[in-house]
């Protein structure tokens, strides 16, 4: 990797999820990581895309849109993936990879 790029992945983890600053403990799969959600990023994304139905007789999709170190994951999510955050069941929807971060998009059905 270029020296330019272990600052910019460096900087990333040091600020960006840094507890400190946007960072907050989330637990995935029971183990306890640092994520960022972000839900403007969330709607900026969905815009012009087709997404199927949201709200069907009392049940909606809740989607979320997280950041975490892709080190800390021991493999990255595959869409339709469940995941277990903060002890509620998500399907993965969307996962993009850069500088070491992946920005994983999740919903699940509530009422």
Known sequence: MSVFKDIVKRDVLTTFLNLDEFGE???IDGNNL??????VELVKREQ???????????????????????????TKPRI????????????????TEE??????TVEVNSH
């Open 25 to 27: 403990k989330h637990s």
């Open 80 to 95: 339709g993936r469940i995941l277990l955050i903060d002890n509620r069941t998500y399907r993965v929807t969307d996962v």
């Open 48 to 74: 012009g895309r087709v997404i199927t139905q949201d709200y069907v007789d009392g049940i909606y999709k809740d989607r979320k849109m997280f950041y975490v170190n892709a080190d800390d994951l021991e």
């Open 34 to 39: 640092v994520l960022v959600f972000d839900d």
């Open 99 to 104: 500088s070491g971060i992946l920005a994983i």
